[in-house]
């Protein structure tokens, strides 16, 4: 079963504006990935946040933690037609074995 | 730095046949991890080697689908008989740590540009 859920499945905003999306997640982790997915790069990796960090840049992203609540998001600030893309948060679990698990992603289209 | 090379990009075959993916990692990573993607969703992973030795193919249907990494460095991932639900994207990644480390540097994972998988 996957892991993480991303919310919303899809998402649709003028080019300039922030997209956020949502993964939650259901069991305890070490790190929480996320990756984009487009027809011309295939699967990127973005940025990686480990369970002892509440929130971490990169450029124009933003992505929080929330351990508690099993959740992080991801904000992509004034957005251009290139991140155009599906976004995918991966977890991997707690403990010795560090098995990543994808979710399900969310479709995100930027208009021009 | 080449990246993670995949072959061939695209294959069709018929239901009950075999085919086999080739996969390259980058240069001196430990880890190498085969995916399937079926479309509208996430990777799911089939497959994780550490060096030549298998870390977890759990969701492996090991009754017809394969894969080996001879010698800890390139990986072929083999489907006989393929049946018409296989049809996916297969990708390959790889990543510089092991399994078993924490050092989220290492945990990054490297894609290759899959293999197209059409079955009628």
């Known amino acids: 079963s996957q892991q993480g859920e991303e919310d919303p499945q899809a998402l649709s905003i003028q080019e300039g504006e922030n997209a956020t999306m949502n993964c939650s997640y259901k069991?305890?982790?070490?790190?929480l990935q996320w990756y984009r997915q487009n027809s011309g790069r295939g699967l990127v990796h973005l940025i990686l946040?480990?369970?002892?960090?509440r929130e971490k840049h990169s450029g124009r992203l933003r992505v929080t933690l929330d351990t508690s609540k099993k959740s992080s998001s991801l904000l992509i600030t004034a957005s251009r037609a290139a991140d155009t893309a599906s976004y995918f948060c991966a977890t991997d679990g707690s403990g010795g074995y560090q098995k990543v698990t994808f979710g399900t992603g969310t479709k995100l289209q930027v208009i021009p | 730095e080449a990246g993670v090379a995949q072959s061939p990009r695209y294959k069709i075959i018929e239901k009950r046949q075999s085919v086999a993916f080739w996969c390259n990692p980058i240069s001196g990573h430990a880890t190498l991890y085969w995916y399937q993607q079926i479309l509208g969703q996430g990777p799911k992973l089939l497959i994780q080697f550490q060096n030549n030795g298998v870390v977890d193919d759990s969701q492996l249907p090991k009754d017809r689908f394969s894969a080996e990494r001879l010698k800890g460095v390139d990986s072929t991932l083999k489907i006989q008989p393929a049946k018409l639900e296989d049809s996916a994207v297969y990708l390959c990644?790889?990543?510089?740590?092991?399994?078993?480390?924490?050092?989220?540097?290492?945990?990054?994972?490297?894609f290759g540009p899959g293999t197209r998988l059409t079955v009628l």
């Open positions: 946040i480990r369970s002892n960090e």
């Open positions: 069991t305890s982790i070490n790190n």
């Open positions: 990644a790889s990543s510089l740590g092991g399994a078993f480390l924490t050092y989220s540097s290492y945990n990054e994972q490297f």
